[in-house]
Every structure is written in C-alpha cells, then in structure tokens.
C-alpha cells in the first residue's frame, strides 16, 4: 500500500510539460530598402529639374539634367559621321562582290576599319551626353536635392538622393548563442516605434552575419518588412521579438 502514492507522484513527474524557451527580444534600427546619394562624375551647371522632392520615380528616370548643348552638337556630329562611314564602306563591299579585281582587299578592311571606329567614337559621344544626365537608380521616393537650377556642380558632389520605403529592413545585433535560433526566411515580430506609438509588423530574417564580432559576441541580423502604407519612417529605433 506504500507504494502507490509513489508511483502516483512519479507518473505525474512524466507528465510535467517542458519549459518553453525564453522570448529572445533584440533592440534595432530600421533602414529603407533602398537608400542612394546621386552625383554626377563630371562637372557642369545644373540646367533643369525634372523631379522635385517628394516625386516618385521609377528606376531610369532622369532627374536632374546638366547643362549638355556641347555633348549633344558632338553626338550629331558622331552620329553623321558614323552613317557617312557605314555607307562608304557598304558601297565598296558591294563592288567588291561583284567585281572583286578591282577592288583590293586593303582599301575593303579600311573601309570596314572606318566604320568601326566611326561607332565607337559615336558611343563615347553618347555616354558624355548620358554622363550630363542624374538618373535614379532604383524606384523610390526623391528625399532630397541639393542644387538648384543655375548653379554649379561639382563632379562626384552630392546633387540628389532616393530613398525606396515602400519595404523597409530592422536591422540589430544578437548573442551568438541566442542567434543560433534564428535562420534565413524565418518569420519575426517586429515592434516599430511610430508617431502615435509602437507599430506592430512582421518580418522576415534575410541575412544572418556568417561571423560574431569578437570584441562583444553579438551577430549581425537583418529582418525585412513590408511598408507599403508608408506607416514607418525608415530610420526609427524598434525591437524584434522571437518565440
């Protein structure tokens, strides 16, 4: 009769749930999905705008134009001289498929030679003209512009920048040991602050460092969220939560 109430209490023992794993909580910043600083690589006066800040604009678009009368004289003149030099060398080809003695084989690959120069000097005519030309690089938002119209611009000198907010990534550091919970595609809670309080969304983990930082054990994560109702101004503090 004594033993009953033993093997009572050890069956109940085996039947005690396990302890679930501690919420693994990381503080972060947000960072919009696209964020670039445009400039152009060569000098010039900023003749137009053809954005302004707060447009958005596709990737391709032209933004900003330096002043290009020059290059675009210079890309007709190429453009002529190209044709010039295609019909030279079509007309001399021609005769010589139909009469190859007197047409010699030299006067035929300089012909051709011509040409091929005449097309490569008019594509660097064209990439001058393009080079006067701020175009984005991604879709997004235009945040900022530097120069306005009339003013000068100095090669490699910051004139505009595009940001993409429409996703937005949380980016933060974790203890290595907590990390090796995590992996790529793995769904997240993240809780953004906002203007009227925190923002409650779901990520999902896209990049976890291969390395830990060996001066404070913490692993580089970053989470990427949807923001396409413009909720969330990249750049706020947050914090991802996992169970």
């Given amino acids: 009769m004594k033993l009953i109430p033993v093997l009572l209490f050890a069956s109940l023992s085996l039947a005690r749930p396990a302890a679930r794993a501690e919420t693994l909580t990381a503080s972060g910043i947000t ?3 696209c964020d670039v600083v445009l400039s152009a690589s ?3 006066i900023v003749s137009a705008w053809k954005c302004k800040e707060g447009d958005f604009v596709e990737s391709g678009v032209v933004i900003i134009e330096l002043d290009s009368k020059l290059e675009q004289l210079e890309a007709e003149r190429r453009q002529l001289a190209m044709t010039n030099k295609k019909t030279e060398w079509e007309s001399i080809r021609k005769l010589s498929e139909k009469n190859s003695i007197s047409v010699r084989k030299e006067e035929l690959e300089k012909a051709e030679t011509d040409y091929r120069i005449a097309v490569t000097e008019h594509s660097m005519a064209v990439e001058l003209l393009r080079k006067r030309s701020i175009i984005a690089p991604c879709s997004g938002y235009v945040s ?3 120069r306005d119209p009339g003013e000068a611009a100095e090669e490699y000198q910051p004139i505009a920048r595009v940001v993409d907010t429409r996703q937005c990534y949380f980016t933060c550091n974790v203890e290595a040991k907590s990390a090796a919970r995590l992996r790529n595609g793995q769904t997240v809670k993240l809780e953004i602050e906002g ?3 925190p923002v409650a969304v779901t990520g999902k983990i896209i990049f976890l460092s291969p390395v830990v930082d060996p001066a404070s054990g913490l692993q ?20 991802m939560m996992v169970d």
């Fill in 220 to 239: 580089r994560v970053r989470a990427l969220f949807d923001n396409a109702d413009a909720r969330i101004r990249p750049g706020v503090a947050g914090k």
């Fill in 31 to 33: 960072e919009p999905f």
């Fill in 195 to 197: 203007a009227a309080g």
């Fill in 42 to 44: 060569v000098p010039g």
């Fill in 144 to 146: 900022e512009i530097v």
